[in-house]
Nanobody
Framework: QVQLVESGGGSVQSGGSLRLSCAASLSTRGGYCIGWFRQAPGKEREGVAVINVDGSSSYRDSVKGRFTISRDNAKNTLYLQMHTVNPEDTAMYYC??????????????????????????WGQGTLVIVSS
């Protein structure tokens, strides 16, 4: 079982920073992936950054070096620190988890997911708007 609640979205100017948070209640004993996804208007939902049960993380190429995913297990919270944002980062950002992920799935979610496949449970989303 999983419950995910995102927060932290808002409006930011190009070049600025923003931190998203996801309160994550997970109940699993196996491997899992949890991470951030986004969907811009008129586009497919895509992976952004995903973290594995062992703490390893994967990113889509367009956010590498700008975004950092992290988690605080004591607070059951997942974060996405966003730096040097640009208008192309404007999207609804979702926290999502797959509680039955086999090895290699987390990297696939981050780099190749395009709206179909997988076994993700979603939060309600938080909107990020980057103005130029």
């Amino acid at each position: 079982q999983v419950q995910l609640v995102e927060s932290g979205g808002g409006s930011v100017q190009s070049g600025g920073s923003l931190r998203l948070s996801c309160a994550a209640s997970l109940s699993t004993r196996g491997g899992y992936c949890i991470g951030w996804f986004r969907q811009a208007p008129g586009k497919e939902r895509e992976g952004v950054a995903v973290i594995n049960v062992d703490g390893s993380s994967s990113y889509r190429d367009s956010v590498k070096g700008r975004f950092t995913i992290s988690r605080d297990n004591a607070k059951n919270t997942l974060y996405l620190q966003m730096h040097t944002v640009n208008p192309e980062d404007t999207a609804m950002y979702y926290c999502a988890a797959d509680l039955s992920a086999p090895p290699g799935t987390c990297a696939w979610y981050a780099r190749e997911y395009s709206g179909t496949g997988g076994a993700l449970t979603w939060g309600q989303g938080t909107l990020v708007i980057v103005s130029s």
